[in-house]
């Protein structure tokens, strides 16, 4: 399995609460991780859930995105080390939930998480994944111009693609004025119960209306994925013969052979 040249930069985004954004984040991380994909999540969600769900306690995050952003620390004091081999996190606290204030009379204010990222010091990962706020704020457009590409979870219920157009009209946006190069990656269908026909009838209109972009792999509703977060684990570590893990391991390989055929129709 071939890996990118280049640490590959995801903002994991969506504007819609309860997703299963941070979800995938972390355990996406994990299985690219155990892939022998190394991967830093850059936590950029105030209410900082993944750095939690990655056992990083709020007294440990000495140095945070909000520190990256706006104070000027630099990435690599940034970065601490999980309990998970392969799988680094640059932590955040509620100090982001101000973001919008602080950077609204700076000039550049789209562009200070770009700025931020010192590529050289990215070297050692293949992916880095943004776990962005759910919400189209200042830090989400942060995350959109600083990424190499987008990863959309999307769950699978009726509303599913209510307010993704909203999303959709937001990287088009990023596209013209701040990242031309941005594209999107994947659209993940998240907590898919496979005996719901509710579920397939999502499934068939997301893909009829996004094809290529949905994902093949789908996250499936799964109690051990719903659990491991209380134990600040990735669901690959709390029951890797679960459906929930598997289908994580799937992703993270779908995940990999899309960013070789990119790398590919770059050369």
Do not use: H, W
Request: glycine share 4%; hydrophobic share 45%; aromatic share 4%.
């Amino acid at each position: 399995m071939s890996l990118p040249n280049q640490p590959r930069v995801l903002a994991v985004t969506n504007q819609k609460g309860g997703v299963g954004k941070t979800t995938t984040a972390i355990n996406l991380g994990a299985a690219l991780a155990d892939a022998a994909a190394p991967v830093l999540i850059i936590d950029i969600d105030p209410q900082g859930n993944a750095s939690t769900g990655l056992g990083i306690e709020p007294d440990q995050r000495s140095l945070t995105t909000y520190d990256l952003m706006l104070e000027g620390a630099d990435i690599s004091d940034v970065i601490q080390k999980t309990a998970f081999e392969g799988l680094d996190i640059a932590p955040a606290t509620t100090d982001l939930s101000s973001t919008d204030i602080d950077l609204v009379d700076q000039e550049n204010r789209v562009f200070m998480l770009k700025s931020a990222l010192n590529r050289d010091a990215l070297q050692r990962y293949a992916f880095v994944l943004i776990d962005c706020p759910p919400s189209l704020s200042l830090l989400t457009v942060n995350a959109l111009a600083a990424a190499d590409a987008v990863l959309v979870p999307l769950q699978a219920e009726f509303f599913a693609l209510e307010g993704l157009s909203q999303l959709m009209l937001t990287i088009r946006n990023v596209r013209e004025t701040a990242n031309p190069d941005l594209r999107i990656d994947g659209i993940a269908l998240t907590m898919v119960d496979q005996r719901n026909n509710l579920a397939k009838q999502v499934e068939d209109d997301v893909r009829n209306t996004l094809g290529d972009l949905v994902m093949q792999t789908m996250i499936p509703r799964n109690v051990r994925v719903s659990e491991a977060p209380s134990f600040a684990v990735p669901v690959t570590v709390y029951d890797p013969s679960s459906k929930g893990s598997q289908a994580y391991r799937d992703m993270a390989k779908e995940l990999l052979d899309r960013a070789a055929t990119t790398a590919e129709e770059a050369v």
